[in-house]
């Protein structure tokens, strides 16, 4: 669920033009070119991350469908 909200979040501040200083910042702190595909990626990474530690505390569920 967590990587589902990063990229509505990534999403949102797009309207905002965040992912046009994300690239630009990127490009000039690491010499590298990247794409509005990296900059989502950046976020689904967080939220992975996000639903990884939630899991392994204990606090993520897991929904079945047929239990």
């Known amino acids: 669920m967590a990587i589902?909200?990063?990229l509505l979040?990534?999403?949102v501040l797009s309207w905002f033009k965040f992912n046009e200083l994300f690239?630009?910042?990127f490009k000039e702190?690491?010499?590298?070119?990247?794409?509005k595909a990296?900059?989502?990626f950046v976020f689904f990474c967080i939220g992975?991350?996000?639903d990884i530690i939630l899991f392994f505390?204990?606090?993520y569920e897991?929904?079945?469908l047929n239990p």
């Open 4 to 6: 589902l909200t990063f």
């Open 9 to 11: 979040i990534g999403w």
């Open 23 to 25: 690239i630009q910042a």
């Open 29 to 35: 702190l690491f010499k590298l070119d990247i794409t």
């Open 38 to 40: 990296s900059y989502y």
């Open 48 to 50: 992975f991350l996000g």
């Open 57 to 59: 505390k204990g606090t």
């Open 62 to 64: 897991i929904i079945l």
